[in-house]
Nanobody, 113 residues
Framework: QVQLVESGGGLVQAGGSLRLSCAAS????????MAWYRQAPGKQRELAAA???????NYADSVKGRFTISRDNAKNTVYLQMNSLKPEDTAVYYC???????WGQGTQVTVSS
């Protein structure tokens, strides 16, 4: 059974930081490209950051320089370090295995002004 379990969301003030984690099971994690998506209220889900199995990263323009995606294949976990958070970063953040097209259940991030 495939599971992607996100954690680390919460409420933070503008300018603060959070680190999201996504623990994967049931997939060959080390060969899977992984990504973080987010969906703000009333908006479409969008890609925030992605990382290939080889460690190549790409980011949405809106988060470049503030967010960092990383992975630990020994722990089957992908991370999203979010710094200098803004109110417009408020969204539900979803982990995705892009290679196998599985999604996590999402974790809420709320940034207050």
């Amino acid at each position: 059974q495939v599971q992607l379990v996100e954690s680390g969301g919460g409420l933070v003030q503008a300018g603060g930081s959070l680190r999201l984690s996504c623990a994967a099971s049931g997939i060959a994690f080390s060969v899977s490209a992984m990504a973080w998506y987010r969906q703000a209220p009333g908006k479409q889900r969008e890609l925030a950051a992605a990382i290939t199995s080889g460690g190549y990263r790409n980011y949405a323009d809106s988060v470049k320089g503030r967010f960092t995606i990383s992975r630990d294949n020994a722990k089957n976990t992908v991370y999203l370090q979010m710094n200098s958070l803004k109110p417009e970063d408020t969204a539900v953040y979803y982990c995705r295995s892009t290679s196998y097209n599985y999604w996590g259940q999402g974790t809420q991030v709320t940034v207050s002004s």
